[in-house]
């Protein structure tokens, strides 16, 4: 009789099994291996990325120690793919259709207790996939910076995975549903796959500054070491927090006090010699040159305007406000042109990259009058247009013109600039220099344009490039000159004013209105929603009590 029920439900399973194949909107993968059908709809962690057919159970994580250079990975074992999934929540829609209008839906929670939703934007990942695959790798935290990882896991520590993910002990669940958005509403299906993890959570390490010794500071060209006290165990404490990947992706920090050397310290196998991309650290080179140029005569003044330098009725989407757009429009960020990269305007440089000319996409943008006029709004293709000025109107073109006025005058010889397609100097940024040299330029600013008696900026275009030109847009007390930020900061109860370069990543160059100081952070936390608040909190908490407090050892 036992055997008779055995044998009965056996066949139940395999009708069922055969009626599900046959039910699939698109055929998928299936199952894909013992494994996969032995954690049918579970997510697996794993501690290091594994392929899908080298996985086995003695990979899987029971418990996990989470501290901040933590890797963390998840395999997800699916029944079917997504795109069956979807078609579940929309049946009168095709596989193609379906793409457009939904993805993944996936939930963190701790303690049973959710804490951040999101779904995955449709159309990532592609069709095919969507279609057919029923099981997948992804890094959920990673150390070393996988844009999916980085993401979505530091979207949920900012939506509260910070304040959940306390020291001790906790339980991460993460799950998995399909979504499709028809009609404004969101439709929500059922659990796919789903997973929990215990973890004992160390993001606040014990650093023993005993153990930590500052970088021995050795004079370079320009500086000399400075002698003045600073608090090292607000400086130690800092390196430490780099150290144990608290802050992520730090290169390096100077310190310019009084024209010497204050501090420099360097991280992830940087020195003093390596060259660094600070991304649109480089933008605010294309001001300098902008000033030495006009003291120079070749370009008349910053209120020239593009019909001076290019016929701009030859460009697609003429506009007599195109014609009036003038150079101080592009130092400042508030030209007409409709670009924004915060926004998805036809202007946001991802859509310049690609193509073949650079000056020409950026002449064919059509105006936005619907911005107020002088409104600031981050155009990156606007500094790059600015180049491209002054490789027309320069001797010798760009590139010669800033190594014989700015950087052999600074006695800089190892650099590198990016180009355009058409390969002039690109001043949109990523031109590449050493960290103590960086500093020779922020120095050179401090000094109103002069270098060791030589006046190589002239001090009025120091004067306005460090005046507050243009407000920015949702930003408290934060203004912008001819590409120079500006900022302050609260120490103690005081205010630091600041004038200031910057760059993805994290990457800055400070110089202080009142206070004596440069200071450069080179940083490579690119595309990290992470990069610039770190930054702040380095200034805030460590740097500027180091140099202020200097009576503490």
Not at 263 to 279: A, K, Q, V
Not at 484 to 508: L, R
Request: aromatic share 12%; hydrophobic share 35%.
């Amino acid at each position: 009789m036992r055997l008779q029920v055995f044998v009965f439900l056996l066949l139940q399973l395999t009708v069922l099994k055969l009626d599900a194949q046959q039910s699939l909107f698109v055929k998928d993968q299936g199952i894909t291996s013992r494994v996969h059908q032995d954690n049918m709809g579970k997510i697996i962690f794993t501690s290091r990325d594994i392929a899908l057919t080298e996985l086995t159970e003695k990979d899987f994580l029971s418990n996990y120690q989470l501290t901040n250079k933590s890797n963390l990975f998840i395999t997800v074992f699916m029944p079917h793919s997504l795109t069956n999934y979807m078609h579940q929540l929309a049946p009168a829609l095709t596989a193609d259709s379906l793409v457009k209008v939904g993805n993944y839906q996936f939930a963190l929670l701790v303690d049973n207790n959710l804490v951040y939703r999101s779904n995955l934007m449709p159309g990532a990942p592609y069709a095919q996939i969507q279609d057919t695959v029923t099981a997948f790798c992804k890094p959920l935290i990673n150390d070393k910076g996988s844009l999916w990882s980085q993401s979505y896991w530091g979207r949920f520590m900012r939506n509260g995975g910070d304040s959940a993910l306390t020291e001790g002990k906790h339980v991460l669940s993460m799950e998995i549903r399909p979504y499709v958005q028809l009609a404004g509403k969101t439709v929500v299906g059922d659990i796919i796959a789903a997973g929990t993890l215990p973890m004992q959570v160390y993001r606040k390490p014990r650093i023993d500054i005993t153990r930590i010794r500052l970088n021995k500071i050795r004079p370079y060209d320009g500086f000399d070491v400075s002698k003045e006290k600073i608090d090292s165990n607000k400086i130690k404490t800092l390196i430490g927090n780099i150290n144990e990947g608290v802050f992520k992706g730090i290169n390096g920090i100077v310190v310019i006090d009084k024209g010497k050397l204050l501090i420099e310290e360097y991280f992830n196998g940087e020195d003093r010699s390596n060259l660094h991309d600070p991304r649109s650290v480089g933008k605010t080179f294309a001001s300098t040159i902008t000033g030495i140029a006009i003291e120079e005569g070749y370009l008349k003044n910053e209120q020239q305007q593009l019909k001076e330098f290019y016929n701009l009725r030859s460009f697609a989407n003429y506009a007599i406000q195109k014609e009036e757009v003038a150079i101080k429009d592009l130092l400042t960020m508030s030209s007409v042109f409709d670009g924004d990269d915060n926004t998805d305007s036809p202007g946001n440089e991802e859509n310049m990259y690609p193509t073949d000319n650079w000056v020409k996409f950026t002449l064919d943008l059509p105006v936005n009058l619907e911005r107020p006029k002088e409104q600031w709004h981050y155009f990156t293709a606007g500094v790059m247009l600015l180049g491209d000025i002054l490789h027309k109107t320069v001797p010798g073109g760009l590139e010669k013109y800033a190594d014989e006025k700015l950087f052999k005058p600074l006695h800089i010889t190892h650099y590198q600039w990016q180009y355009t397609p058409q390969h002039v100097a690109n001043t949109a940024g990523g031109i590449q220099l050493c960290a103590l040299d960086f500093a020779k330029y922020g120095q050179l600013y401090k000094n109103e344009g002069k270098w060791q008696g030589k006046q190589i900026i002239p001090r009025e275009w120091v004067h306005k490039s460090f005046t507050k030109q243009r407000v920015l847009p949702n930003a408290s007390d934060e203004y912008y000159g001819y590409l120079f930020w500006n900022k302050k900061y609260t120490v103690g109860g005081k205010s630091y004013e600041a004038f200031y370069c910057t760059g993805n990543g994290g990457n800055k160059i400070f110089v202080f209105k009142d206070q004596p100081w440069v200071i450069v952070i080179t940083a490579s936390a690119y595309g990290q929603p992470y990069a610039h608040p770190q930054v702040d909190k380095m200034m805030a908490e460590y740097i500027l009590p180091a140099i202020i407090n200097k009576d503490q050892q």
